[in-house]
C-alpha cells in the first residue's frame, strides 16, 4: 500500500461513515465519479438524479447517504452528509502543485516591498513600492501587486491577478486567474452633458478564507473601502461594485453583478447571473435563484425568484403577447362583473 | 495649515456654495462619508435615505442641497447640486499616485515603437512595432499593445490592458485592469454544420476622455471600425460587439452586453446587466433600466424597463404558473362574455 | 493588377456565382461595407434591412443572393448564399500578421517545456515544465502556460491568455486575450456554516478548431474534464462551469454562463448573455433566445426564449402590477363563472 492509498474501513472511521456490505480493508486508490471509476476507486452518490449512473459504476466502493443505504449492492461507506464526506476524502486524494520557493529572477520587486520568510513569487510578476506578502504566500507568475498592497499568510495568487494600490487580502485566500482587485468603482457626477469623475479614494478589504474566481473584478470604494468578510467564495466573472460589503461565508455564483454601497448578509447564496442593484441591503441567510434580478431590499430570510424559465419560441410569443394584453383583460373582467349584478338585480 | 487643508468658506467661494451655521475660517483637512467622518472633515448628504447617517455624522461639516438646507444644524455648505461639489472637494483632496518618468527596463518596446515626451511605460510591458503612445500617457505595468496602436496624450492604462493591432485610443482616456480592445469580433457564416471564420479586418476608435473599467472587452469591426466616442464611460465587465457605435457623454454600468452592429445614441444610460441585441438603433438620450432586455430599436428618448423584480419563491411559482395559464384566463374571458351577452338578450 | 486585386469574374467563379450587369474584367482591390466602399472596392447584401444602404453604396461591385438580383444596378456577383460569398473573399483580402518565429528573448521557458518546430512565442510569456506546444502555433506576448499544459498544432493564443495546468487545447484552436482555462470550478461542501473547498482534480480538453473570445473563462472539472468539442465557438466574457461539455460545432454569443456538470449538444446556437442552469442537458441543434434562462433539460430541437422585451417604463409598471394581480383576476373569473351558471340554470 503506498502513501496515497487507504483502506475502506479508515477512510470510514476518519471522517465518520460505517462500512456496508464490502470488506474494511480494500483498498482505495482513487477517488472518481460515478461514471469513470474504474477498479480502486471510490466514488459517491448525493442524488438521486445520478441513480442510472451508480448502477453502472465500475467503482471498488461508494460513499451514500443514510437514504441510500440500500441503493447499491457494492461495498459503501454509509455516512450523514455523503457530499460533505466526499469532500474530505477528496482532499486526501489531491497533489497540491508544489510551489517554487522563492522569487523568480524575471519578477519585478521595487524598494521597499517586503516578503516574508517561505513567499513564493512567480516569474514575471510586479511588487511595487511598499507592498507587503505574508509568510508562505505564492504569488503565481505575471501577477502585479500595486504600492502598499497587503497579502496575508498562506495566501494565493494564480497567474494573471492584479491588486491596485492600498488593497488587503487577508489570510489562506485564493484569487484566481484575471482578478481584478481595486479598480476604480463607476462614479461620475453629471455635468453640463458630461460627467465629472468622482476620485476612487477607498480601498478593498478582502477577509480571510476567500476564494474568488477567474475574472471576476472587485472595485475600490469612492471613500469607505469595499468590504468582503471571511470565508466568501466568489465564482467566476462576478462585479462587485465600489462600497459593496459581502458577509461573512456567503457564497457567489458566476456572472453576478452587484452594484455599488449594497450590503449583502452573511451565509446568504446568490445564484448565477443574478443581478442586485445598488444601495440594497440584503439580510443574512437569503437565497437569491439564478437569474434573479433584485431592485429592493431584502429583510428576510428565504428564497427569492424573479426567472422565467426558457419555452418554445411560439408558446413564448402568444404569452409576450397576452402580457402587454392584461389591461384589457382586467377591463373586460370589470365589465363582466357589472353587467352580471345588473342582471342578479333584475332577478 | 498644510497644502492640503482648505477653509470651508474657501470651498464655497471656489464651486460655488453658501456656508450656513458655521464659520467660514473652519479648516477642513479630508472629505469622508456620513458614516466615517471624524472631527476635521467634510462630508455631503445628496440622498435622503441617507438621513439616519446624517442625524449621526461626526463630521465638522456637511455638502447640502437647497432642499436640505435645514436637515442639520452642522455647518454647512449649501449648493445647487450636492453630488457634483461633493465630485469637485473630492478632486481637491484626492492624490493622484505619481508616474514613473520614462520605459522601466523590464518592458520591451519593439523597433519602431514611438514613445512621445513624459510617457511612462511600466515593468514588463510589450509595446509592439510601429506604436505610437501620446506625450504625458502613463503605461501600467504588464500592458500589451500591439502593432501601430496609438494612444493619445494624457492617457492612463493600469497593469494588464490588452490591446490589439492597430486599435487608437484618444486623449485623456483611462482604462483599468484587464480591459481587452480590439479581439476579434465574433463573426462566421454557417457552411456545411461547420462555421467559416469571417476576418476581423476593422479596428476600435475610442476617443477622448473615455473610461474603460476592469475586464471589459470592446471588439475589433469586421469591416468598419468599432467607435466609443468621446466622454463615454464604460464600467467593468462590459461586452461590445464588433462594430458598435456608442455616442458621446453616454454612460454603461457593469454587465452589460452590446451585441454587433448596434448603435447607441449620445448621453444615455444604461443600466447594470442590461442587454442589447444586434442591429440595433437607440436613440439619444434613452435610459435603459438595470437587468432589460432590448430586441428593438427604441426610437424616442425615455426610460425603458423589462424586469420583474425578485419576489420571494412560493408566490413566484403561482405567477409562473399563471403566466403559463393566460391563454385559458382569455379563453374563459370571451366564453363568459358570451354567455352574458345571451342572458342579457334573453331578458 | 497587384497579387492583392481579383478579377470580378474570378471571383464569381472561385466561390460559385454569376456575375450580372457588370464586366466580369472589373479589378476588385478592397472588400468594404455598403457604407464605407468606395470605387475599386466589392461589397455584399444579405439582409433587406440595408436596402437603403445598398441604394447609396459607392462600391464598385456587390454581392447579392437570388432573391436580390434586381435589388441593385451595379456590378454584381448574384450567388446562393452572399454571406457565406462574402467570408469566402473576405479572407482572400485578409492580411494575417506574420508571426515572429523563435522565443523572444524576454519569455521565460522552464525545464522540460517542449517546443515543436516553428513555434512562436512572444514576449514576457511563461511555459512551465512538461508544457509542450505543436508545431507552428504562435503564443502571444504574456501568455502564461502552466505544467503539462498541451497546444495543438497550429494554434494561435492572443496576448494574456491563461492555461492552468495540465489543460489541453486542440489544432488550429484561437483564444484571445484574456481567456483563462483551467481555474477551479466552484465546488464547495457546506458544513457548520462554512464552506469546505472540494479540490478541481479534473481539467480542461478543448477540441480543434475552436475559437474562444476576450476574457471568457472555462473551469476545470472536479472529477473528470470540461470538454469543448471541436468546431466550438464562444464569444467574449463567456463563463463555463466546471464538468460543461458542449457538443461539436456549437456557437455560443457573449456574456453566456453555463453552470456545472450541464450538456449541450453539437450545433446549438446559444444568444448572448442567456443563462444555462446547472445539470442540465440540453440537445442537439436547439437555439436558445438572447437573454433566455434556462432553467430546465431541453429534448428537443427548436427556438426556446423567456426574455420580455424593453417597454416604457409607465406602461411597463403597470404590467408588473397585473401580474402581482393574476392570482386575483383568476380568482374573480371563477366566481364570475359560478354566479353565472347560477343565472343560467334558473332560467
Known sequence: MTQREHRLGDLAE?????????????????????????????????????????AGTRASAVIVGADARDATTLPRIVCQDPYLFFAKVARLYHDEEAARPGVHASAVVLPGARLAPGVSVGPLCVIEEEAAIGAGSRIGPGCMLGRRVKIGDGTQL???????????I??????????????????????????LKIPQMGSVRIGADVEIGANTTIDR???DDTVIEEGVKLDNQIQIGHNVRIGANTAIAGCVGIAGSTRIGSHCMIGG???IGGHLTIADRVIVAGGTVVTKSIDAAGTYVSVIPATPAREWRRTVAMLRNLERMSERLRLLERRLAELENEK
Chains 1, 2, 3 share one sequence.
Open 273 to 275: 447571473a443574478a443581478m
Open 221 to 223: 470604494g469612492a471613500l
Open 158 to 168: 494564480h497567474a494573471g491577478v492584479t491588486v491596485y494600490a492600498g488593497c488587503e
Open 14 to 54: 476518519r471522517f465518520g461513515g460505517e462500512v456496508v456490505g464490502g470488506d474494511a480493508n480494500l483498498v482505495i486508490k482513487r477517488i472518481a465519479s460515478l461514471r469513470s471509476a474504474q477498479s480502486g476507486d471510490i466514488t459517491f452518490f448525493s442524488h438521486g438524479r445520478y441513480r442510472d449512473e451508480l
Open 170 to 195: 487577508g489570510e489562506r485566500a485564493t484569487l484566481h486567474s484575471g482578478v481584478v482587485v481595486g479598480a476604480d468603482g463607476f462614479g461620475y457626477a453629471p455635468t453640463a452633458g458630461k460627467w
